[in-house]
């Protein structure tokens, strides 16, 4: 739907609602996004609020309206809605260990004090590796691209100090890969979305898909469309632990809901969830941090728009992933 119309079905009467709508009509009437959509509820599975406003592209080459299924580029949350669970299922497996060294399985993460950075650690972003690197700038072959993130020397002792760190989820989507001999790709698609149902998420859009994906940043003159916007995601073939993947609004909902036990039409819910919570231990990692990843409670929301924000919350505490490019 386009110019802020929305629709909601039947549902509880949610605190804040015309506020969460208003702030997107609003943001779209002065220009500050294109468009959004809006998914939130309570957690039976069901949304009480879907919101659709503005466009999908509005540029000299073409206006199209934005609608409840428009797929997204998820931008950072690749990190939590594919990376991390393919970690925590790997680790509920005895697969992998929380508190083992990321080079039991990572050949190439080499370099000074390496040795002592954890898997928990990639995970809380209190590795001691920088926040980003500009490696499409100087390197154009995937494997170069890899081989630089993972070789990519700290800036602080591990465990002291947290940074948001791509260059450390770039490390974890290598390690689900190294570990289990598959490309992350199918991994997320066997571990994440078809047991939760996101039909609509995934790595690398086919074209056939071009007139349901938002465009993001200009390439060109031309808006980009079903190409990963990170820059070096793309520069790793658009498949990547920290960005690249694609989906709906309505899929980061049903996501949402897995972290609060929904349990699917017919089908048990996916038993590791809750495994995979407590295997997360202290979420908040060190004081001052900005990138906790899920809390499990009763409150679940999903919004999607050219700055992608996901959250789950518990009695009022809301943890986020954010796009800042």
Same mark, same amino acid.
């Given at each position: 739907m386009s110019g802020g119309a929305g629709s909601r079905p039947a549902g509880p009467e949610l605190t804040g609602r015309r506020t969460a709508t208003g702030l997107i009509d609003d943001a779209v009437r002065r220009g500050v996004i294109p468009g959004a959509v809006l998914t939130a509820g309570l957690?039976?599975?069901?949304?009480?609020?879907?919101?659709?406003?503005?466009?999908?592209?509005?540029?000299?080459?073409?206006?199209?309206?934005?609608?409840?299924?428009?797929?997204?580029?998820?931008?950072s949350l690749t990190k939590v809605v594919a990376t991390l669970p393919c970690v925590l299922r790997l680790v509920a497996a005895g697969q992998v260990g929380l508190d083992h060294p990321v080079r039991r399985y990572l050949r190439g993460f080499d370099g000074a004090g390496k040795d002592a950075v954890t898997v928990r650690q990639l995970l809380a972003h209190t590795s001691g590796l920088p926040d980003h690197r500009k490696y499409y700038e100087y390197l154009h072959d995937p494997a170069r691209v890899r081989a630089a993130a993972l070789a990519e020397p700290l800036v602080t002792a591990p465990g002291t100090r947290v940074c948001y760190s791509d260059i450390g989820f770039i490390a974890l989507g290598e390690l689900c890969a190294a570990v289990t001999g598959d490309g992350l790709?199918?991994?997320?698609?066997?571990?994440?979305?078809?047991?939760?149902?996101?039909?609509?998420?995934?790595?690398?859009?086919?074209?056939?898909?071009?007139?349901?994906?938002?465009?993001?940043?200009?390439? +060109? #003159?031309?808006?980009? *469309?079903?190409?990963?916007?990170?820059?070096? !995601?793309? &520069?790793?073939? =658009?498949?990547?632990?920290? +960005? #690249?993947?694609?989906? *709906?609004?309505?899929?980061?909902?049903?996501? !949402?809901? &897995?972290?609060? =036990?929904?349990?699917g039409r017919g089908q048990q819910s996916a038993g590791w969830w809750g495994r995979s919570q407590s295997l997360l231990g202290n979420r908040r990692g060190l004081p001052g941090n900005r990138g906790g990843l899920l809390l499990a409670g009763r409150a679940r929301g999903a919004a999607a728009a050219e700055g992608e924000v996901a959250g789950v919350s518990q009695h009022g505490q809301r943890v986020e992933e954010h796009r800042d490019q």
């Open positions: 957690g039976n599975g069901e949304p009480a609020i879907r919101h659709v406003a503005g466009f999908a592209q509005d540029d000299s080459h073409a206006r199209r309206a934005m609608t409840y299924d428009t797929i997204f580029d998820l931008a790709g199918r991994l997320v698609a066997e571990m994440v979305c078809t047991p939760l149902g996101m039909a609509d998420t995934g790595y690398l859009p086919g074209a056939g898909l071009a007139g349901r994906i938002a465009s993001t940043e200009p390439a +060109a #003159g031309v808006s980009k *469309t079903g190409v990963v916007h990170d820059e070096n !995601a793309e &520069a790793l073939g =658009g498949v990547a632990g920290h +960005a #690249g993947l694609f989906g *709906t609004a309505a899929d980061l909902s049903r996501y !949402a809901a &897995a972290w609060v =036990g929904w349990r």
